[in-house]
């Protein structure tokens, strides 16, 4: 078994109070850093979700001198679109900033129509922006999220907690038969330019048939097919989600080696999965997607 990669954020920021010092020199107090993300959030592109979002991120160089950048939806697609939150971010990198340490997040328009304390969960980035700022953003980085008055770090959004290995010799037999088929899926795995490859298996009530994919490179790396969607498009496609009686049990996953399901594959298991159903993580252990995903939409 190979060890999980090492993280790709690796920390020069020695405290919170650090980040504060260096935003407070600059004039880059928590509150300007929201007004600066609500003012961005007016040039949003977003025709499908009519949902205006601004995102201003730091960025600091060598010496620690901060820069911020920011960001709004775009929507020129469902399936491109684009966060507010990874879209300041990439426009960090672009300009050569490697390390982030505050993210601020405005969503004006769900504040105006949100009065429910419950509903503000709502407001917290999706799982392919967490898994942006587990990578980018310094794991003692800020993130401000508009009707939340505590501050989150990545690790919080994105919090990869320890698995138990044994709980896979718990599995009964209906649940080895879907992990032998993400096994079997994996190794079919089309990579040639990405060479990450992973299989996936669904596993459904009151279905015999069960649903399994595997990644499939494109010479353009963005358009590569994802295993998990093309399980849930075949899942979609016979009905069953429209069925209550079909309820999604598990999600099983199969890598090369020891590996997190990623921040986006995540959001859409979310989205139409209960928060206790079972994620199985091969040569890793089980867990939920609650877990996996705390603070998501629909928790």
């Known amino acids: 078994m190979h060890l999980i990669k090492p993280a790709m954020n690796n920390s020069i920021?020695?405290?919170?109070?650090?980040?504060?010092?260096?935003?407070?020199?600059?004039?880059?107090?928590?509150?300007?850093?929201?007004?600066l993300a609500k003012e961005v959030s007016a040039n949003t592109w977003s025709p499908y979700s009519h949902f205006p979002v601004g995102a201003v991120v730091?960025?600091?160089?060598?010496?620690?001198?901060?820069?911020?950048?920011?960001?709004?939806?775009?929507?020129?697609?469902?399936?491109?679109?684009?966060?507010?939150e990874r879209n300041a971010i990439f426009n960090g990198i672009s300009a050569g900033y490697k390390k982030f340490i505050a993210l601020a997040v405005s969503v004006p328009k769900a504040l105006e129509k949100w009065t429910d304390k419950s509903e503000l969960n709502l407001l917290t980035p999706c799982g392919a922006c967490r898994e942006v700022l587990s990578q980018k953003l310094d794991p003692k980085g800020i993130i401000l999220l508009d009707g939340h008055e505590r501050t989150f770090t990545p690790k919080e959004l994105l919090p990869h907690p320890l698995?138990?290995?044994?709980?896979?010799?718990?599995?009964?037999?209906?649940?080895?038969?879907?992990?032998?088929?993400?096994r079997a899926a994996l190794h079919?795995?089309?990579?040639?330019?990405?060479?990450?490859?992973?299989?996936?298996?669904?596993?459904?009530?009151?279905?015999?048939?069960?649903?399994?994919?595997?990644?499939?490179?494109?010479?353009?790396?963005?358009?590569?097919?994802?295993?998990?969607?093309?399980?849930?498009?075949?899942?979609?496609a016979s009905g069953s989600i429209k069925n209550s009686r079909n309820k999604i049990k598990a999600i099983v996953f199969a890598f090369p080696f020891v590996k997190y399901p990623s921040g986006d594959t995540l959001q859409l298991i979310s989205d139409y999965c209960e928060p206790k159903t079972k994620i199985i993580i091969d040569n890793m252990g089980v867990t939920t997607i609650e877990e996996l995903l705390p603070w998501a939409f629909k928790l």
């Open 163 to 182: 698995l138990d290995q044994n709980k896979l010799k718990t599995l009964t037999i209906e649940e080895m038969d879907a992990l032998d088929l993400a």
């Open 188 to 236: 079919n795995a089309h990579v040639p330019y990405s060479k990450e490859k992973y299989g996936v298996s669904m596993l459904v009530e009151n279905i015999n048939e069960k649903y399994s994919a595997a990644t499939l490179d494109s010479a353009s790396f963005a358009c590569s097919a994802e295993p998990i969607k093309s399980v849930f498009g075949a899942y979609t």
């Open 58 to 84: 730091v960025g600091i160089d060598q010496s620690k001198k901060p820069k911020v950048f920011s960001g709004t939806n775009v929507e020129p697609t469902i399936s491109q679109s684009v966060c507010a």
């Open 13 to 35: 920021i020695h405290s919170y109070k650090e980040i504060e010092e260096i935003l407070n020199t600059s004039n880059l107090s928590f509150e300007n850093l929201k007004y």
